[in-house]
């Protein structure tokens, strides 16, 4: 199906048109196409699949951005590298299956993560160095201390 570029014909043959996968099969073989029931299947089974995890990912992202706006924290901002960073590692994990058309953009989008996970690192070491500087300022408060460090890390 992926060969014949057929899956978007399968997709609404099976969900608008309701048609079975052995009849597809049938009406893709009329037209020409070297094509079994079992192929029509798997590439259905691998779209349902794909449109699964966006469904998920766009969940996570929903969730995630609510976070983000309710708690702008490093640790947040932390998690969410993290997020991204996993998602990339889980898609070059079957990179066999996957037709690039340039990997750099792939090498480039998980080096700048890496790259933004240790300046965000910087940055919440260099914080919590000016917090401690502060907090041996005689007129500094307890409570603005606790106020830093939750803006720091999430309250």
Not at 14 to 27: C, N
Not at 34 to 46: L, P
Not at 129 to 152: C, N
Request: hydrophobic share 35%.
């Amino acid at each position: 199906a992926e060969l014949y570029d057929l899956i978007q014909r399968i997709i609404h043959m099976h969900e608008v048109e309701k048609k079975d996968f052995k009849t597809i099969a049938s009406l893709l073989r009329a037209e020409g196409y070297d094509i079994s029931k079992s192929a029509v299947h798997r590439a259905y089974r691998s779209y349902a699949e794909a449109a699964e995890e966006f469904k998920k990912i766009y969940e996570e992202t929903k969730a995630l951005i609510e976070t983000l706006k309710d708690n702008p924290s490093t640790d947040v901002i932390e998690e969410t590298i993290a997020i991204v960073a996993n998602r990339i590692f889980t898609f070059v994990k079957d990179i066999e299956a996957i037709d690039f058309t340039d990997p750099h953009e792939l090498v480039s989008a998980i080096q700048k993560l890496a790259n933004s996970a240790e300046k965000l690192q910087r940055y919440r070491e260099e914080r919590l160095k000016e917090i401690i500087k502060e907090a041996k300022k005689p007129e500094t408060t307890k409570e603005e201390i606790i106020k830093r460090l939750e803006e720091l890390y999430g309250g």
